[in-house]
């Protein structure tokens, strides 16, 4: 099977740019589109279709698949001084961090503008420079990542990933793949204890509060690992070992089988009835702490998709394509999506398994694939003539 890839032009590539891998994009839309599901139309045959894994879902889809991209990215920039690299990450990160600020911000104008969704009793409280206590300490808190906006926690959490990548990029650079993965084992292992409540650490040590006082629920120390899994990933996308692994088809049906037995289960310990095993079933897919069987599914899902995506652009382009063009910009699209989420209950109301509600994500999804496109017209625009 063919891989299909497109060429690049990143404002800061070098001379020849890294090969873009399409099928990648095309995931990274799917990821977009089942993130829109979740958030605006949860219950909806879209959404049931989309999250029938259970256990893994856009979220998931797209930490794994930013890291993954990431690696391959650095990887073909190996050649460049470190401090170049350094820089280059950091001011991604840099981007991603005022990503976040501006739906914080938009946060805040839109609780004191609409007091009510303020309320514990409001669907998606949202914080308010009241409740933080003040203007200072809430400028304070949006500035160290202690307000994250319910259903947008995505970017807070890639701002951390980003700084955690760039000693893991160095070591990659020099070889010390093992080093990077263990020492994320480690991490991970630390926060999910605390996470437990098993030691002195308060449980919320590693999360993002949703506001001062009011903890979140995604632990940026057990995601992180998803993160550097993929980056490791990517950063030896190209070597034969990788590539031999992933075209395989033995290990491509089996990872088929495996997934299909993993949401079978699912299944059974969410809709069958009361076991008692069902606890220590479900601590290994958390969400919050990640547990280890969704990252391992995530493996299985990428395994599964990854070659049906590049049948997809191989056969059927037109169905591919709009899922490709999401993927290339995949942080437009979910600014885009998050601030239609922040904005929307402020607005009107729909219940997310109704018609309206699935047409409503349709509409969001069309107007970040209209952006897209306007993006990627004026980057293929020829420059103006020199007079």
Do not use: K
């Not at 037995?261 to 969400?287: C, D, H, K, M």
Request: net charge positive.
């Amino acid at each position: 099977m063919s891989e299909r890839t497109e060429v690049t032009e990143p404002a800061d590539a070098p001379p020849v740019a890294p090969r873009r891998i399409a099928a990648f994009d095309v995931l990274r839309g799917l990821c977009i589109v089942s993130m829109t599901t979740a958030h605006l139309a949860a219950g909806s045959l879209p959404y049931e279709v989309l999250h029938a894994a259970v256990w893994i879902d856009g979220a998931v889809g797209f930490v794994f698949l930013s890291g993954l991209v990431l690696g391959v990215v650095q990887r073909s920039r190996a050649d460049r001084p470190t401090g170049v690299v350094t820089r280059t990450l950091l001011r991604r990160a840099g981007l991603i961090y005022l990503a976040h600020l501006f739906l914080v911000v938009l946060a805040l104008v839109i609780a004191a503008v609409d007091p009510e969704r303020t309320s514990t009793l409001a669907p998606r409280p949202l914080a308010s420079v009241d409740g933080v206590g003040g203007l200072g300490p809430t400028i304070w808190a949006a500035l160290t990542l202690r307000i994250s906006p319910p259903l947008v926690s995505i970017l807070s959490l890639y701002v951390v990933c980003l700084l955690l990548a760039v000693p893991a990029v160095l070591a990659l650079r020099r070889g010390w793949w093992p080093l990077v993965v263990g020492g994320s084992l480690v991490l991970y292992a630390v926060g999910y204890v605390v996470g437990e409540g098993s030691t002195a650490l308060p449980r919320s040590t590693f999360t993002f509060p949703q506001f001062p006082g009011v903890p979140g629920a995604v632990n940026w120390a057990c995601w992180q690992l998803l993160f550097l899994v993929g980056l490791t990933i990517g950063w030896h996308w190209r070597s034969e070992r990788v590539q031999s692994l992933v075209g395989n088809v033995r290990v491509i049906a089996a990872a088929a089988v495996a997934l299909a037995l993993f949401v079978v289960l699912g299944y059974a310990v969410t809709e069958g009835p009361t076991a008692i095993w069902r606890t220590s079933v479900q601590s290994l897919f958390l969400e919050g702490r990640l547990g280890l069987g969704t990252i391992v599914m995530a493996l299985l899902a990428f395994l599964v998709l990854r070659p049906a995506a590049a049948w997809l652009l191989d056969t059927v382009p037109m169905v591919a394509s709009p899922f490709a063009r999401l993927g290339r910009h995949a942080l437009d699209c979910y600014l885009i999506l998050s601030t239609v989420v922040l904005l929307t209950p402020s607005v009107f109301r729909l219940e997310g398994a109704s018609l309206l509600a699935t047409l409503y994500a349709f509409d969001v999804l069309v107007l970040c694939w209209v952006w897209c496109l306007v993006r990627d017209r004026r980057r293929a625009r020829p420059p103006a003539p020199v007079p």
